[in-house]
């Protein structure tokens, strides 16, 4: 049996769930814990009321809703991401896999389907890890890859807590958060956020694993000086130091393959002055690949540039690990329930690993996990110019809603 989703309903929900943090260039705003997260999780829990579905909420904020299905000891199908955004990012990322699999529950409903696993939509708290971090902070201690109490001290910019914000939105629920039985699998939807399907044309992506990555952080220690006297070769430069390695950043993945990547996305100066040889500088650095051992190379190749930048300039320099997580294969069980739902459907699918995170990367500690893909055109995400097609965010939840319906029917 194919499930086929109501076009219209799904594109008229997926529109409406994006006036909920909208922002004047198209795209969304809707940070962690922020009143629009509060409005939106109102919404979620309104949408599952009409389906007469209770909601759970956990004490990390977790929202679950529960189908039930036909066996009462069957092991439920989880099937989520998340609503939170970006800072002026696209009204895509996260929003499509919770509209998708409410879609599924909504037409499992009008046309009286049962399941044999009940189906659960969740919605975790904090996936982008731009406010509070870390990312998919809410996926991580549902299954204990952070402890509880230290993310609740967790603060943004302006110092406020994680906690207190939960506290404040009215979603600090009384659930434990941490699963309370097992799981029989988890599906996962989101964009791309990359240019692979759209280069082979394809229509959604089979995902079959997440790159591993490593962040870190170097701080070189110079010495500040006046910028007019002070000669060039009595200068140590601590900003000339850094210029190099982020050079090296660039270019270094270019050395070792085809889906290595490397970033450098914060910079701080000190003392930050147009008239002063800098002083201090840091900043941060990632590398992303399939291969752990390439990611590793890729991190001992930036700290010896590091090591010689600083001994070329006379500068002192230290570095500290941000975070790192190996590549995750997705199970074949799951892999293959996306693979036969896009053949059955007529789309034309790749099998991708993808190149960023999510929640699907802490879910396959507990259970079997697998991904669809949307197409990204122009591979653009965290961005309010991110963009895909209504036909594609259609192609990619129908394939969801397909895994789902089987994985719950023990296909």
């Not at 320099?317 to 590549?327: A, F, G, L, V």
Request: proline content about 3%.
């Amino acid at each position: 049996m194919v499930v086929t989703l109501d076009r219209d309903r799904f594109v008229e929900t997926m529109k409406t769930q994006a006036e909920i943090g909208s922002t004047e260039g198209g795209g969304l705003h809707r940070l962690a814990l922020s009143e629009e997260d509060r409005q939106i999780r109102e919404w979620f829990r309104d949408q599952l009321a009409e389906l007469g579905m209770a909601v759970r909420v956990d004490e990390f904020g977790n929202m679950f809703g529960r189908r039930e299905g036909t066996d009462p000891d069957a092991a439920p199908v989880l099937v989520g991401s998340h609503f939170d955004s970006q800072p002026y990012g696209g009204i895509y990322d996260g929003a499509l896999g919770m509209i998708a699999p409410l879609e599924l529950l909504r037409t499992l409903e009008d046309e009286e389907i049962q399941t044999q696993h009940p189906i659960e939509i969740v919605n975790w708290t904090n996936e982008e890890g731009s406010r509070f971090q870390h990312a998919m902070q809410g996926s991580g201690v549902w299954v204990g890859a952070h402890d509880i109490e230290e993310e609740y001290e967790r603060t943004d910019d302006d110092g406020v807590r994680f906690v207190d914000e939960l506290e404040r939105i009215g979603y600090r629920g009384d659930r434990p958060a941490a699963p309370q039985e097992e799981y029989e699998a988890y599906v996962e939807l989101h964009i791309e956020q990359g240019p692979y399907l759209e280069l082979e044309d394809k229509d959604v992506g089979v995902v079959t694993g997440v790159v591993g990555f490593y962040w870190g952080a170097v701080t070189f220690h110079g010495e500040a000086d006046h910028s007019g006297p002070t000669p060039m070769h009595f200068r140590n430069d601590a900003l000339v130091a850094a210029a190099d390695v982020i050079t090296q950043v660039r270019r270094i993945p270019g050395t070792l393959g085809d889906r290595t990547v490397g970033t450098v996305g914060y910079v701080d100066v000190q003392p930050n002055s147009i008239n002063i040889i800098p002083e201090e500088v840091t900043f941060t650095f990632g590398f992303r690949d399939p291969s752990g051992d390439i990611v590793e190379t890729a991190k001992a190749r930036a700290l010896a540039e590091a090591e010689f930048a600083a001994e070329r300039e006379g500068v002192d320099w230290e570095w500290e690990r941000r975070h790192q997580s190996d590549s995750v294969q997705f199970s074949e069980k799951c892999i293959d329930a996306v693979q036969s739902s896009a053949d059955d459907l007529g789309y034309d699918s790749m099998q991708i690993v993808s190149g960023a995170g999510h929640d699907a990367v802490h879910l396959a500690e507990v259970c079997d996990t697998s991904m669809v893909f949307a197409v990204s055109e122009g591979g653009k995400s965290h961005t309010e110019d991110e963009y895909t097609s209504w036909d594609d965010c259609y192609s990619a939840a129908n394939t969801t809603a397909n895994a789902v319906y089987r994985l719950a029917n023990g296909e």
